[in-house]
Structure formats: C-alpha cells, structure tokens
C-alpha cells in the first residue's frame, strides 16, 4: 500500500463546490488503496478573515508577518474553520478524517524563524507517530500548517514546508502539491513535464521562477532529498486532477531527485 501526501492550496477550499470535488478525489484515492495525509493552507481565507477586523495583511519574502494580534487569527482560520470545513466535506464523501495541526501530539515542532516575523515558525522535526497510528486504522488525518514548540508557543508555519515535513516523516512516496497554477513553466512560459531537483535550483538562479513558485520548488526540492520518491505540482481545479495524477497521467510538473529530463 503506498502512501501519499497531498498539500491543498487555500484557494481550492474557498468554496463549498471546489471543496467537495477535492474531498471526493481524496476519498477515491483511499479507496483505491493508499493511505493519504492531508496538509492544508489558507492564506485567502485568513487575508480575508484580517481585512473584515481591520487588520492589514503584510509580508515578507511570501511569509506572512505573524504578529501576537495574529496568532489567535491563525488558530481560528487554519486550524478551525479552513481545516474543519474539508474535514466536513470528507466525512461526506466516506473518508473518516481527523482534523489536525502541527501542535497535536508534537506532530511538527518548530522555532522562530525571525523576530522580525513575529510568530513565524521554521520546521525544526515531525514526529510522525500520530499520522500511522491514524491511517492504520483507517482514518484520514487533515493538517493545518500550524505548529508549536515543547514550551507552548504556537507558530505560523509556512504549509509548503508543513507538507514537506509531514511527507517526509509519515514516508510518503509520493508528495502532490495542488495548486493554482497550470505547473512550473520554464524561460519561454511553458510548463515543464519533468523536473528534476538541480533543474528547478537553475530557474530559481535565473529568475525564472520567483515568489510562490520559488518557495514551491525549494520545498519540493528538500522533500526529495528528505526521500520522497516523487513530488507533482499540479493545477487542483483540472477535471479529476488527483485520479488521474494517481493512475500516472502527465499534469503540471513531475519533479524527481536526478536523472530525469524533461522532454
């Protein structure tokens, strides 16, 4: 049975619709047979959430600046509504899911990633005892990228690195970010098909590839390294996008470690 990681963008849970089509696929995807772990942003919704309490949203290299005001926001979106809404949305679909963050039972630990962040975490290790006594008894664990530390601070983590950290320690062969993107394009604006590790540090270099995507492909790049066989960056609101990720058709962009190049 192998075992799978699949990273949701926030975007694809901002609506009850794209939530349910998302939910459905994962539930086939348990059905067919892998033991699936669910990490989850949401950074629309918190913006959102911020801006209707007058509250202005800045950042810093992509990292959200997480000051104390913040942090309850944080709990309240991430960790309750954004993560208990797919949660919801699974149970209809037959998938018996556990809503989850970082902080539970020492899932992932983090640090401090920058005073200046405020309450911005950096993965610091992931304890994944939680994710198989859950999945081998046949529940789904839903992660909100949230963790803490052993004296109870709680951090605002990246959920690229979330993902990461979760797939690596649970043993995930393959790692499926869906995202709102088509894939990671190259110079000339089209999608790569094949990635491998040191060809994405090269379009990093040359300022191809910046923002949400520099950040997607330097996590992507440490969950190969960490051992995840495969990582796939895909569009999540593509027709079925996850069953036919699974049954091994070519959407978005299959990064590997080496010795792949694209054609």
């Known amino acids: 049975m192998s075992r799978l990681l699949v990273k949701l963008g926030g975007t694809l849970l901002d609506s009850p619709e794209s939530r349910d089509r998302t939910a459905a696929q994962i539930a086939l995807a348990r059905q067919q047979g892998h033991d699936v772990v669910v990490v989850h942003g949401g950074g629309k919704q918190m913006t959102r959430y911020l801006a209707e309490r007058g509250i202005e949203s800045r950042f810093v290299n992509g990292l959200r600046v ?5 942090v309850d926001a944080v709990l309240k979106v991430f960790a309750g509504t954004v993560n208990h809404e797919l949660v919801a949305s699974l149970n209809r679909c037959g998938a018996p899911a556990v809503g989850l963050s970082g902080i539970d039972a020492f899932l992932v630990e983090a640090e401090q990633l920058d005073p200046a ?17 859950l999945t081998s008894n046949g529940y789904l664990p839903v992660v909100a990228c949230v963790a803490g530390d052993r004296t109870g601070n709680v951090y605002n983590v990246n959920a690229d690195q979330m993902a990461v950290a979760c797939a690596a320690a649970f043993g995930a062969q393959q790692l499926i970010f869906l995202t709102d993107v088509d894939g990671v394009l190259d110079g000339a604006k089209r999608v790569r098909a094949v990635l491998t590790a040191e060809e994405s540090e090269q379009l990093i270099s040359q300022g191809v590839a910046t923002g949400g995507m520099q950040a997607k492909l330097n996590a992507a790049a440490a969950a190969l390294r960490a051992g995840v066989e495969e990582v796939r960056i895909a569009p999540g609101a593509a027709e079925a996008v ?10 978005g962009t299959r990064m590997v470690l080496s010795g792949v190049r694209a054609v």
Do not use: C, D
């Not at 997480?66 to 913040?70: D, G, K, N, Y």
């Not at 962040?117 to 005892?129: E, F, M």
């Not at 996850?242 to 959407?251: D, K, P, Q, S």
């Open 242 to 251: 996850l069953t036919r990720l699974l049954v091994g058709e070519e959407i």
């Open 117 to 133: 962040l405020g309450a911005v975490g950096r993965v610091t290790t992931s304890n994944p005892a939680l994710l198989h006594l």
């Open 66 to 70: 997480t000051l104390p005001e913040i």
